[in-house]
């Protein structure tokens, strides 16, 4: 039977928007802010599920398909420094209402079916950089970039020699 995986649900990034987030951190920020995450693992984490059977993906699959949740624009206009972690991050000021709700109905299904969630209040961010120790200047006002939402993928986390990859596993579409 094959192993457990480390799962998340979240909104994963167009290549594009990807591409010109690299690029504006690149000359937004210091060269020692931390460590980038690759360009290709930048996304909005939605839910953590952590450490999932595959009996266990399959009920989150499932329930999963049966969400209904209308497509939302998500604006990205806001960005922060978390020093306990050493995250940098790029969110949004005004989460919009879609957003909120199906990252609540994720979080609520991973709790019922055993999965930790943060006593936290979500924080919809995308984060910049890892190990980020020093404090960091944020980019003035101005910046922005929205994107709708089509669709949440359920990712999983690879860690494989010195590097984190996430492996798309399922997509649903937004309404």
């Known amino acids: 039977m094959p192993e457990s995986q480390r799962l998340f649900f979240a909104l994963s990034l167009p290549a594009g928007i990807q591409r010109q987030l690299v690029s504006w951190r690149a000359q937004a920020f210091a060269e020692h802010t931390g460590r980038p995450v690759a360009g290709a693992n930048l996304h909005m984490t939605l839910a953590f599920l952590g450490d999932v059977s595959p009996a266990k993906q399959q009920v989150f699959m499932d329930l999963a398909g049966r969400i209904r949740q209308p497509r939302f ?68 006002p101005g910046f922005c970039w929205t994107a709708e939402a089509c669709e949440f993928t359920l990712f999983a ?19």
Do not use: K
């Open 73 to 140: 624009t998500l604006r990205l206009d806001d960005a922060g420094h978390w020093p306990r972690p050493g995250v940098v991050w790029l969110g949004t000021r005004q989460p919009p209402r879609g957003l909120l709700q199906l990252a609540d109905l994720l979080r609520a299904q991973a709790a019922r079916n055993g999965c930790h969630q943060s006593p936290m209040p979500f924080h919809p961010h995308i984060t910049l950089y890892r190990q980020a120790t020093q404090p960091v200047a944020l980019p003035p």
């Open 157 to 175: 986390s690879e860690f494989s020699r010195g590097r984190t990859r996430y492996q798309a596993l399922h997509r649903w579409p937004l309404l």
